[in-house]
């Protein structure tokens, strides 16, 4: 993995959600890409598209992120919506739950397409949840909703966004008052 881990909490930055076939970013591929752009903590841009992948996507998928083949038909590939989300987030920090899965996806994309490669550097909420919300069972985007009662739907790109940045944001508070 290229994309460095970064400690420093930062006010720019990009919050981003992969949905994929499956978990081997080898062998599986990117059903929609999700993100949300911040600039000194105030949301400035989204960033939203369903990707067609080469294969169809299994029935697990389908019932867990409610995404099907036909809703992805017309959908644009892989190779024509990477250079746009890497463009998107610019050289920005990149935010994400669990970002060893996304960023493996992406740096694996980015392989096999022959697109520079990512040096953003990225903040996992994952390590933060589990710094500066000990009372939970798990760090799972999941049970964090349930947490704070987040009324965002679940395992869609832009949603999960949201639940990622609130999880960011709360982490990042609790931060400043603990230093």
Not at 46 to 63: A, C, D, Q, R, W
Not at 77 to 101: G, M, R, Y
Not at 125 to 151: Q, S
């Amino acid at each position: 993995m290229r994309s460095k881990r970064q400690k420093e909490l930062v006010d720019d930055y990009v919050v981003f959600d992969l949905e994929t076939t499956g978990f081997d970013a080898i062998n599986d591929e990117i059903i929609e890409i999700g993100a949300l752009k911040y600039r000194n903590n105030a949301l400035v841009e989204e960033f939203s598209v369903l990707v067609k992948p080469k294969v169809n996507i299994p029935e697990v998928i389908t019932n867990i992120t409610g995404i099907n083949d036909e809703m992805v038909k017309d959908s644009k590939s892989i190779e024509e919506v990477l250079p746009k989300f890497l463009e998107f987030i610019e050289d920005l920090t990149l935010v994400a739950h669990n970002s060893k899965f996304d960023i493996s996806f992406i740096e694996e994309k980015i392989k096999q397409l022959n697109l520079p490669l990512l040096e953003n550097t990225n903040i996992d909420t994952v390590w933060l949840a589990r710094e500066y919300i000990p009372d939970t069972v798990d760090a799972k985007l999941e049970t964090l909703k349930k947490h704070f009662n987040l009324d965002y739907g679940s395992h869609r790109s832009l949603e999960d966004c949201m639940t990622t940045n609130y999880v960011y944001q709360y982490c990042k508070n609790k931060a400043l008052v603990k230093n």
